[in-house]
């Protein structure tokens, strides 16, 4: 298996089961982090405890031994709430033929929702096919 390439990340959507808001609908989006990149989604204002995404992101994978750490946070006026996290090994999103999960996303220790993740795996140095 390489263990460098691309890996082309939707994040679809989310089904959260904690909600940091009293009397409001959450703001959700969610942060991506790999060992040396960064991601953001859009922040769904309004969208509350399934918010919908459909964000792709290009991940360029140096080691499939990484984690991928995804939070999901609901934007407030002057800071975010953290829903929920979760780590990923990167060896578990970068499988030929792609892979279409949910992950469980927890906050303190307890399970606070899923996240809905497709992802489409590019192998470094990997040559488009032929029309022999």
């Given amino acids: 298996m390489a263990t460098t390439g691309r890996l082309r990340l ?5 089904k959260l089961t904690r909600d940091t808001e009293m009397f409001s609908k959450m703001d959700p989006y969610c942060k991506i982090r790999t060992r040396d990149q960064t991601f953001k989604t859009k922040v769904l204002q309004g969208a509350g405890k399934l918010p919908k995404w459909n964000e792709t992101i290009d991940i360029d994978v140096k080691y499939v031994g990484d984690d ?6 609901d934007e407030d006026v002057t800071t975010s ?13 970068c ?14 220790g307890k399970k606070s929702g899923a996240i809905h993740l497709k992802g489409d795996w590019k192998p470094a140095g990997q040559q488009p096919p032929s029309n022999v």
Avoid: F, R
């Fill in 10 to 14: 939707t994040i679809i959507e989310a």
């Fill in 81 to 93: 709430d953290l829903v929920g996290s979760t780590n990923i090994k990167l060896s578990g999103l």
């Fill in 95 to 108: 499988m030929n033929g792609g892979m279409d999960e949910w992950y469980d996303i927890q906050y303190k």
């Fill in 68 to 73: 991928l750490n995804i939070e999901v946070l």
